[in-house]
């Protein structure tokens, strides 16, 4: 799908790789309705990309996803999300809960055998998925959460009719303030600090957005692609893989496929 004047709406853009991707969308042609908790930093990100995009082009909406709806348009981007494991219950309501319950919705208002147009939806997951670690059992949770239901989705054969596709979008380590508000011994956003850091601490493991925005994009040259899962590498070699469960004590359950 060309994102050039295609109506997007992405949640939690007011900051990090959420303001990145929507850079990336609008320097292709869309139009971006954004939403987040964050209401200043909300209105500032607004107010920078309209002068950036023009005053037409890109909109923000305060709304928390986990008590929130919306009537979603030719791409959606379900994003926000939290990384805290001291507070598991917030962290299955926003990134499981909330992107199922925008995923549905989006699907509901796009499907084209109920009279919409088709589309797109993205769910930021992340790369963690294809990592052995230990420092944070809720949050992966959640993201592998969201590739069992996506890639349900994904293959289901009533897709076509339905016009929808599925991308599970998995970024690597990305340097936001997701990550600085971890990297604090006393902060209980994760469970083994000194793990936490140890990955964090690889060499050019760390992304900018803007490296993974530009990753992003390439999810939109494959329209015709069933795959769903599109992992982002560091060092370059992202592309889609495919779950397989392994027998052995292997240090991923994903395999790369091409
Ligand atoms: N930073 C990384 O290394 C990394 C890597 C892979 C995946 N991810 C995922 O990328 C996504 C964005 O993370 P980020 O690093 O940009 O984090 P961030 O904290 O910088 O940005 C997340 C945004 O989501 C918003 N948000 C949080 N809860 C919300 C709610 N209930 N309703 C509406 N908005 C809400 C926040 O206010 C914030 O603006 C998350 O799903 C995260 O799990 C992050
Ligand atoms: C720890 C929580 C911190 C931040 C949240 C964020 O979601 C975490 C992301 C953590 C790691 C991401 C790693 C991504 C790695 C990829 O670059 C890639 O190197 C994965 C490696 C191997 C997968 C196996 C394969 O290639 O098939």
């Given at each position: 799908m060309d994102p050039c004047g295609k109506g997007v709406f992405l949640t939690g853009g007011a900051r990090g790789i959420g303001r990145g991707l929507m850079e990336a969308l609008l320097s292709k042609g869309a139009k971006v309705m954004f939403c987040d908790v964050r209401v200043e930093t909300g209105k500032a990100t607004e107010a920078e990309l309209q002068q950036k995009f023009g005053a037409d082009n890109v909109f923000f909406r305060e709304c928390d996803v986990t008590d929130s709806g919306f009537g979603a348009v030719d791409i959606c981007v379900n994003n926000a999300g939290i990384l805290?494991?001291?507070?598991?219950?917030?962290?299955?309501?926003?990134?499981?809960?909330a992107q199922i319950r925008g995923s549905q919705?989006?699907?509901?208002?796009?499907?084209?055998?109920?009279?919409g147009?088709?589309?797109l939806i993205i769910?930021?997951?992340?790369?963690?998925?294809?990592?052995?670690?230990h420092f944070c059992p809720v949050y992966m949770a959640t993201k592998h959460g969201m590739i069992g239901f996506m890639t349900s989705w994904a293959k289901n054969p009533k897709m076509k009719d339905m016009g929808v596709r599925w991308r599970c979008f998995c970024p690597a380590l990305t340097d936001t303030d997701l990550l600085k508000e971890a990297n604090d011994a006393d902060s209980g956003k994760v469970e083994d600090f000194n793990a936490y850091q140890a990955l964090c601490s690889v060499e050019g493991a760390v992304m900018s957005v803007d490296e993974t925005?530009?990753?992003?994009?390439?999810?939109?040259?494959?329209q015709d692609s069933d795959d769903a899962i599109f992992l982002v590498r560091h060092n370059g070699a992202s592309g889609y893989v495919r779950r397989q469960l392994v027998d052995s004590d292997g240090v991923s359950n994903i395999v790369t496929v091409d």
């Open positions: 805290d494991e001291s507070n598991w219950e917030k962290t299955i309501e926003v990134n499981l809960t919705l989006a699907l509901d208002h796009m499907r084209r055998d109920r009279g147009r088709g589309g769910n930021t997951v992340s790369g963690i998925v294809a990592l052995s670690v925005a530009q990753e992003f994009l390439k999810l939109f040259q494959d």
